[in-house]
């Protein structure tokens, strides 16, 4: 890739993700200002975006569609927004479990709603596994909290599912985005894992 594409890559996608970033205002805009004020910090807090970078990328390096590309992007990031809460203080010290469980089950509704919109069921079998992975990785850690002896397969498996199986799964949405071929995915998959 000349420099000139790549420079026109980049700025693609920054476009791409000042959308994805007026997709998540507006979508942390509800009826309940209480509400407002718990989740909107979770996404104003900003960060590196990688999950949703990665998609679009792969995404725009294909035949995708802008609207369908940012739409999956901030998809993503309710996804990662709902499991690590940005660094900031969680919710659940300020307003307790309760309020913390619903807020993380607001963002993964509102996920699915998007991804719901999209013209094709794949797009929701792929959050669907995602989804799993990541409340599967999060039981794990929780019976592992004081546990020394667990063992570094226990460790890779925990890892595998809250990240690697996220990553795999950003790279195969911008691939699907992106029309690519399956074998084009599947390389696609395997690099997300690693990476």
Request: hydrophobic share 40%.
């Amino acid at each position: 890739m000349s420099n000139s594409n790549q420079l026109e890559m980049m700025e693609r996608i920054a476009l791409d993700l000042e959308g994805v970033e007026r997709a998540l205002a507006s979508s942390f805009n509800t009826g309940s200002e209480d509400f407002n004020t718990l989740i909107r910090p979770l996404s104003e807090a900003g960060g590196k975006r990688l999950r949703a970078q990665l998609c679009l990328l792969i995404a725009n390096a294909g035949t995708s569609v802008e609207a369908e590309r940012i739409k999956i992007a901030e998809a993503v990031e309710m996804l990662h927004l709902a499991e690590i809460r940005r660094g900031e203080e969680t919710i659940h010290k300020h307003k307790g479990n309760k309020v913390a469980i619903l807020s993380g089950d607001y963002l993964f509704a509102k996920a699915f709603r998007i991804v719901s919109e999209m013209p094709h069921m794949e797009y929701l079998k792929i959050f669907s596994h995602i989804i799993t992975c990541l409340v599967e990785g999060e039981f794990m850690q929780m019976e592992d909290v004081y546990r020394i002896d667990q063992g570094i397969d226990r460790y890779m498996t925990k890892t595998q599912k809250k990240t690697a199986d996220f990553m795999e799964g950003c790279m195969e949405l911008g691939g699907l985005l992106g029309g690519w071929s399956s074998d084009e995915i599947m390389y696609l998959k395997r690099y997300g894992h690693a990476l």
